[in-house]
């Protein structure tokens, strides 16, 4: 089959690779209809990371070609959605609603890469959702944002205690950032700000919810956010970039008593003990466990509550990746779907 491999920064093929097979009786072998590239790839893309030889892809849809036979929630022909990490879905980490951190996680990429025409799923039974039925080829899309992006916005604004009368800011103009909008907005919060500098990322903000832009950054962005919210900051605070600025730019922006979300993968992030103290900021975050949220995510899209897919700005074909990659790095994208 063919499947990304980054080679080095900079560096992504499209290579052949060992087709997949069933390995343990909880695997399936699913045939991925989409995939993309995700902000996260963007790290060792850049040289932040050293990639060597490594697999690429986390997010993921598509048909189950074979099961082991332990497994009973998905067959052959079903349309799923995988979490971007494995689980069991069983342990008491599970139970606790922490999938990303089962006992038995596995993040999807480097391991698995599901920027490919197939796909091995371990612990099928933990990791896989099915959809309803075969879905509409427009919501393809957005069955695929769930798998990451979607989910991981979402348990952001869950992590920050978005809901009902709250205001909520959002550190991050990303597709997990929009995301995040866009979950604060279904769980009722009031006021959103979303922080951002680009014209196309502010006018997807507002279509997923948005009721301010701020295009300040740091101190400023602080400032702007306590001047909207008669000095005291915001109840919640979505960070979604997880350099030291950003984490900081959220801390500051939330209220005595608020919560901030954090969701981004941290980067030489060093919170100074004295201000956190004294902030009296709740913290909460981490990998998503996007299993946790993908039944009730796969019916609010199917029911076509949200149109998550948007956020969706290209697809290219496989063999493009590299063009991908390029795109969002050099933001001339969103994010990219690509086509196996």
């Not at 093929?13 to 699913?30: F, Q, Y």
């Not at 980490?93 to 951190?101: D, F, T, V």
């Not at 970039?241 to 981004?264: D, F, K, N």
């Not at 897919?309 to 994208?333: C, H, I, N, S, W």
Request: hydrophobic share 40%; proline share 6%.
């Amino acid at each position: 089959m063919r499947g990304v491999v980054m080679h080095a920064p900079g560096d992504v093929r499209v290579e052949e690779r060992e087709d997949p097979r069933i390995e343990d009786p909880t695997d399936a072998v699913i045939r991925v209809v989409a995939a993309c590239v995700c902000g996260s790839d963007l790290w060792p893309y850049r040289g932040t990371d050293t990639p060597d030889g490594q697999l690429m892809g986390h997010e993921y849809v598509g048909v189950v070609e074979q099961v082991g036979e332990q497994v009973t929630t998905v067959a052959p022909g079903d349309w799923v959605v995988g979490s971007f990490v494995i689980s069991d879905n069983t342990c008491e980490i599970c139970a606790a609603g922490y999938q990303s951190r089962c006992v038995n996680a596995v993040f999807v990429d480097g391991a698995i890469g599901t920027q490919a025409e197939y796909a091995r799923i371990p612990h099928a039974d933990g990791t896989l959702v099915r959809t309803p039925g075969v879905p509409d080829p427009d919501l393809v899309p957005s069955l695929l944002a769930a798998s990451d992006v979607l989910g991981t916005g979402w348990f952001a604004a869950v992590a920050a205690e978005a809901g009902p009368g709250k205001t909520v800011a959002v550190v991050g103009d990303g597709a997990v950032g929009l995301m995040g909008v866009l979950a604060a907005r279904q769980l009722g919060a009031e006021t959103i700000i979303a922080m951002s500098r680009h014209q196309d990322r502010q006018r997807l903000a507002r279509e997923f919810g948005a009721t301010h832009i701020v295009t300040e950054r740091g101190e400023a962005g602080v400032a702007k956010v306590k001047e909207l919210t008669g000095g005291l900051g915001a109840h919640s605070v979505i960070e979604a970039v997880a350099t030291q600025e950003s984490m900081m730019q959220a801390i500051r922006s939330t209220r005595p008593g608020g919560h901030v979300g954090y969701v981004g993968v941290s980067h030489d992030v060093q919170l100074p003990g004295g201000e956190l103290f004294f902030s009296l900021v709740h913290l909460h975050g981490g990998p998503a466990p996007v299993r946790r949220f993908l039944p009730e995510l796969i019916d609010l899209i199917w029911d076509r509550t949200i149109e998550p897919g948007k956020v969706f700005d290209r697809t290219l074909p496989l063999e493009q990746a590299a063009e991908a990659y390029a795109a969002m790095d050099q933001r001339q994208a969103i994010k990219v779907l690509l086509q196996p």
